[in-house]
């Protein structure tokens, strides 16, 4: 199919960009450690990873972290994931996509002890399970394994139920967006990048939950702002804009600007729902190290949604639209993974 023309608006963020000071280089280490973990084997697809520049999206969205290459692997590997489930080998038939989410979501045991695994993929996650979540208590990995499941299930149900997307209100798809974005996993990671866990009564408050929604809604919905391109070019009407023009009817561009202008709603969302935890220091009875892990926290969020937005504004990965021929996967999906 053709991608849609439309020219891509302003994007109102109030919150500091900050590129992690040892962002140089690490496009290399994250290739490198995804050729040795089995990932990526050709040319194509090496070239592909350093053109998105991967690594400077980790060290934009997690701009102070103190285990900086741990969490750019994590972040590499989820986007190979994701491209295998959106678009690659293992996208062909529903069963072949749950056999893949149900060996990988095996692998998050919150007691380490998780059957071996079976191909790239899983060893891959195995590892990087094992040394991130050793440190951590219960409590996080269950958390964490929740969202990767959650990951994991909502990317194989748009292309499992093509009718409900198809009937989806606004609030329905905002809802299950939150869910496959990746997001809350990702969010999860700013705990172990720091070597320190949010309070676990702040983590369960509606609070904090409501600033955890709202950054999530501002990434997410900023990704369908820059790969309607690419998501129009292959049908899927599953992203932000293409809802938007479904129920509003009216341009494509129409509906961009639309998507721009609640993105600019939900930043602000963000920033008054952060008030709010700090309006409630008192009720949640922290010691000054407790409460440094939530304002850091609080920090680390804004810092995801600047740096998502600075990244997406400078990358090539959603304005090279790959053109394959149907039933095929574009040559950066390394088949070998399918």
Known sequence: MTPVEVTFPPIWCPLPARLHPEAAGLDDHIIAWARHADLIRDGSAVAHFHRAGFGRFA???YPRAGRLELVAEWQVYNWIVDDQLDEGHMARTPAQ?????TELGAQLDPDLDAPAPAGPLAAALAELWERTAKPLSRAWRERFAAHYRDFLWYTILPHAEPARIAGQTLADFARRRRLNSGCEMSFDLIEPANSTEIPAAVAASDAY????????????????IYSVHKETARGDHDHLAAVLWRLEGGTWQAALDRAAAMVGQRTEDFRSACQDVRGMKPLFGLDPHGWAAVEDSLTDLGSWIAGSLEWHGWSPRYREVATTRAGSAPAYIEPHLG
């Open 59 to 61: 060290a934009a969205v």
């Open 97 to 101: 996509r749950l056999r893949t989410a």
């Open 209 to 224: 939950r409501a600033v955890r929604d709202a950054a999530n809604d501002v990434i997410s919905w900023t990704n369908d």
